[in-house]
């Protein structure tokens, strides 16, 4: 069972780092990467001005450092999205499209390691995606603010990996529900960028509740441990202060359960999946 699960994780990893998927998610995540850097350079005097409260104001070096890695995590926190739907998305749809079903599910190996074993080469790739990014985060930090990266930081890439994870989870989920890849592409993008984004107007407006429970708000724990200002909500009680303990606990036990619920899920549809 491990030598096939190995052997099936290895396989779709080279398949992903070799897909077009993978170079446009590369040179998607450069670019981002590049003007970070040009505007951390060009603006890092007008960080108070990105939180209202600060505005005008002169600022400590470590709420400015604070500020700084905040901006760089809010960006950060969107990357998994996309890198999930690159190669999370048509994961179980493609493989029913593209008829390459007919070869594959014959084969001695179950049903249930073939998903897991596509599923972390999936994450695995996103992680190389992201590391990228929090390479050059790294690098310019210190050129920026020479010393040592806080504790905080430490938080927010563990918190960052849990929500790969999860956004992986839940795309796999939605591609083994659908056929069709351009299905499962625009199913992702509306329910995390606009459902996500109306259920937390309606919550918030209309009954003054933060739906806490929703997977782009737990996912904004990555920027928050800096400071605790979201911009996915319309919260009030925003805070230049790092999130407490148990937001952040809340924001991990809400991504973990997104990530066993859509794996159940997506294996259970998965297993019982016919190919016509």
């Not at 989920?173 to 459902?195: D, G, Q, R, W």
Request: glycine share 2%; aromatic share 18%; no cysteine.
């Amino acid at each position: 069972m491990t030598n096939r699960f190995s052997i099936t994780y290895s396989y779709y990893f080279r398949n992903y780092y070799r897909s077009r998927s993978f170079y446009l998610m590369l040179l998607l995540v450069l670019l981002v990467s590049g003007l970070m850097v040009y505007l951390s350079f060009r603006y890092l005097n007008k960080l108070p001005d990105f939180i209202p409260q600060l505005k005008g104001k002169a600022i400590s070096t470590s709420l400015k450092e604070d500020l700084f890695l905040y901006i760089w995590a809010f960006v950060l926190s969107d990357l998994p999205v996309f890198a999930a739907v690159f190669f999370g998305s048509p994961a179980i749809s493609s493989e029913i499209e593209n008829r390459t079903a007919f070869q594959i599910f014959p084969l001695p190996i179950g049903r249930s390691v073939l998903l897991m074993g596509k599923y972390l080469a999936s994450v695995s790739v996103t992680l190389v995606i992201t590391a990228i990014y929090i390479l050059v985060e790294v690098v310019t930090y210190l050129i920026v603010f020479p010393g040592q990266l806080p504790v905080t930081f430490l938080q927010s890439i563990g918190l960052l990996a849990v929500f790969i994870f999860s956004i992986s989870a839940f795309t796999f989920l939605v591609s083994s529900i659908f056929k069709k890849n351009l299905y499962a592409y625009i199913t992702v993008f509306l329910i995390y960028f606009i459902i996500f984004s109306a259920m937390n107007i309606v919550f918030e407006l209309i009954y003054s509740y933060n739906p806490f429970f929703l997977l782009d708000n737990a996912a904004s724990i990555v920027e928050r441990v800096f400071v605790n200002v979201s911009t996915s909500t319309f919260a009030v009680n925003n805070s230049i202060q790092g999130a407490s303990i148990s937001s952040i606990m809340v924001a991990l036990l809400v991504m973990v359960l997104y990530l066993v619920v859509s794996l159940v899920i997506a294996l259970l549809i998965f297993e019982n999946k016919e190919v016509k």
